[in-house]
């Protein structure tokens, strides 16, 4: 039987509640020829000068917006702690859901994505398995359909899901990307659990520790350079699998006690490893959900290899287990 031919999906771009309007940059044609970009002067480059400016200027704008992001966000409703694709889907779908809660996305690399701007092996496409297809045409992202027996699609090449997704989510106004950012610790309250949990005190998760990157790096060779803190009564961390920045909640969890061991990351087997992943996004202690490969470190779950759906999704469920968190606290007046 010969294969089913392959289909280019373009998908619509949905707009998305609170989200800054996109502005148009497509070139104005005229006679069937596309216009260049008016730079002014009459597109005469050797008449051609930049707006003139003091390198202060340039400083300051930087400097003072950096801060006033730093004080307005001190305060959130929510902190996400990774910015790969687990972490920019929830973050896309908690902004797209609830314009009115602010978001701090926090990232120790420079560039947010993760592994996610190649496939596997440093290759180029990416590969999602059904559904997370319906992820894909709701941020506006092409891709290959091979037919209803493909049990996956392809993305030409991984940087223009990431790219459009990360594009998407600083897009919302209620959003902050705080990259070379790294999350040093959690902070902790302790609570009354109650007869409902049983006798005495547990912890519950109420915000991060951070610093610069480049300042975590050296803390065993420099003296003295402490932290800063962000404040939110909910935490979603998707740092990934055991690495240099990889698992920490997950790792931090267990330094405090507040879970017994790690179940430690399988070997990989797709069919089994996406779908654990995804059902199995929760909150792992209160005020703290865990998804992603974070996740498969906390429960023994396999790896999955080249393959992101159950990433996307898993930020997906993640979203809507912060909603549902923060909506309970905000209802027992608990924020």
Request: net charge negative; proline share 5%.
């Amino acid at each position: 039987m010969a294969p089913a031919a392959t289909q280019v999906v373009q998908p619509v771009i949905l707009p998305h509640k609170g989200a800054a309007a996109a502005a148009t940059t497509e070139a104005p044609i005229e006679d069937g020829a596309v216009k260049r970009v008016d730079v002014g002067k009459g597109h005469s480059w050797e008449s051609f000068a930049f707006q003139p400016i003091r390198e202060s200027q340039v400083s300051r704008t930087m400097t003072r917006r950096y801060f006033a992001d730093l004080d307005k966000y001190a305060e959130s409703d929510v902190v996400i702690v990774g910015a790969g694709s687990c972490g920019l889907s929830a973050a896309y779908s908690l902004a797209k859901q609830r314009p009115d809660l602010k978001i701090a996305l926090i990232e120790a690399g420079v560039a947010p994505g993760g592994g996610a701007w190649l496939g596997g092996q440093l290759f180029s496409a990416m590969v999602m398995r059904k559904p997370a297809d319906k992820f894909l045409t709701d941020l506006g992202v092409p891709f290959e359909d091979e037919g209803e027996s493909s049990p996956f699609v392809v993305v030409k090449h991984a940087a223009l899901f990431t790219s459009t997704l990360l594009s998407r989510v600083l897009s919302f106004p209620n959003v902050k990307l705080f990259n070379a950012t790294a999350v040093e610790d959690l902070i902790t309250r302790r609570y009354d659990q109650g007869e409902a949990e049983g006798e005495g005190f547990g912890i519950r998760v109420a915000g991060v520790v951070t610093n610069w990157t480049l300042v975590s790096m050296h803390h065993d060779d420099q003296s003295c350079m402490d932290p800063n803190t962000i404040n939110a009564p909910v935490i979603i961390s998707t740092t990934g699998h055991d690495g240099p920045f990889g698992a920490f909640s997950a790792k931090r969890l267990v330094s405090m006690q507040a879970i017994e061991r790690l179940g430690g990351m399988r070997g990989l087997d797709m069919n089994s490893a996406e779908d654990a992943i995804v059902k199995r996004t929760r909150e792992i202690v209160p005020g703290l959900i865990i998804g992603g490969m974070e996740l498969s470190e906390v429960d023994g779950a396999n790896r999955m290899g080249p393959t992101f759906g159950a990433m996307v999704l898993s930020g997906v469920k993640a979203a809507e287990e912060a909603i549902a968190v923060y909506d309970i606290r905000k209802k027992e007046n608990d924020i």
